[in-house]
């Protein structure tokens, strides 16, 4: 009986030896942002290359070593939360009231399972806390007080309104409520960096993340699409795994991270001509400003913006770690 059981563990092994490949693939971005390059300082650019770079190289290791694309778009978002240099997590602006309202939502391209969160306050990383309602909840969005009560039911770190104060997002703050002369003003100072990651694993599986503090002086309450599962996130091993930043409301409206994955799945188009039909044509003819990173399930990777500037890099089994900020600048 244990010889039997001893073979039947080596042929699992076997078969899961055979399953794995050598070809992974990663792709993050740090956000589309309206700001004009002759005003991107290069104290700015310098840091943020480094830390888009330093994200890419660690992930990319685990990648290497088996890691699952899950455990990968988590780990490289929950580093740009933490970042200063980022609209997410420590990062994030204020909305009218001058507090922060993070969001995130995270996809298992091979199960279709996602985990999602909205408006909620004080927790240091939405997207671990994304992946736990994913996991550990029969439900795909919480929002508000139930999603903070339940980051502290989980014993996730959550945090003071002095954590996510940086001098840049107060200033912004500022200038935009100056500006703000009409109820429905645009509320966008420029600095978008909405934090995203999709990631191709050696067992073929794909998965997306993304994570945000929404729109400078947005209303309290407001909700973007970084957490709505198939505006700004997507992943399905039948396609690719997008990621999406700019203004949300467009990307919600035009369902552009599923459309973007439907048209690669159904229609037959590669990744950069659906990118640019739903973000370029739709998207864009709407008024929307962004862009979006994809990995489709061969391992390409790209990432396209209608915006003059946008933070992302990538990094595949064969080809090393790359940045890029600018609209022309190869990826």
Request: with cysteine; glycine share 10%; net charge positive.
């Amino acid at each position: 009986m244990a010889v039997k059981r001893r073979r039947a563990r080596a042929l699992i092994g076997l078969k899961r030896a055979r399953a794995r490949s050598a070809c992974w693939s990663l792709v993050v971005h740090g956000g589309a942002s309206t700001i004009r390059p002759s005003v991107l300082q290069p104290a700015r650019e310098a840091a943020v290359r480094a830390a888009l770079a330093a994200v890419l190289d660690d992930v990319a290791k685990a990648l290497a070593s088996g890691a699952p694309s899950l455990d990968a778009v988590e780990t490289a978002v929950r580093r740009l939360e933490d970042s200063p240099l980022f609209n997410a997590g420590k990062g994030a602006v204020f909305n009218s009231h001058g507090e922060h309202e993070l969001e995130a939502a995270i996809m298992d391209g091979r199960t279709l399972e996602a985990g999602a969160v909205a408006a909620v306050r004080g927790v240091k990383n939405p997207v671990v806390l994304a992946r736990r309602v994913m996991e550990r909840t029969p439900h795909v969005y919480l929002q508000g007080e139930g999603a903070l009560a339940f980051a502290r039911a989980e014993g996730l770190e959550i945090m003071t309104p002095d954590y996510f104060w940086t001098e840049e997002c107060w200033s912004s703050f500022k200038e935009a409520r100056l500006a703000a002369t009409a109820r429905r003003s645009a509320v966008d100072s420029g600095s978008g960096e909405t934090v995203g990651a999709v990631a191709l694993d050696r067992y073929g599986n794909l998965a997306a993340a993304t994570s945000t503090g929404g729109m400078t002086n947005k209303m309290p309450g407001r909700v973007g699409d970084s957490s709505v599962i198939g505006a700004g996130t997507y992943a399905s091993n039948a396609s690719c795994a997008v990621s999406c930043t700019g203004h949300g409301e467009y990307f919600i409206r035009a369902a552009a991270a599923r459309d973007i994955c439907a048209r690669i799945e159904y229609a037959g188009n590669d990744a950069r001509a659906a990118v640019q039909a739903v973000l370029g044509r739709r998207v864009g003819r709407l008024g929307g400003r962004g862009g979006a990173i994809l990995v489709d399930r061969a391992g390409h990777v790209l990432a396209w913006a209608n915006t003059d500037v946008m933070y992302r890099g990538a990094v595949t089994h064969k080809t090393p770690v790359r940045t890029a900020i600018y609209r022309r600048e190869p990826l």
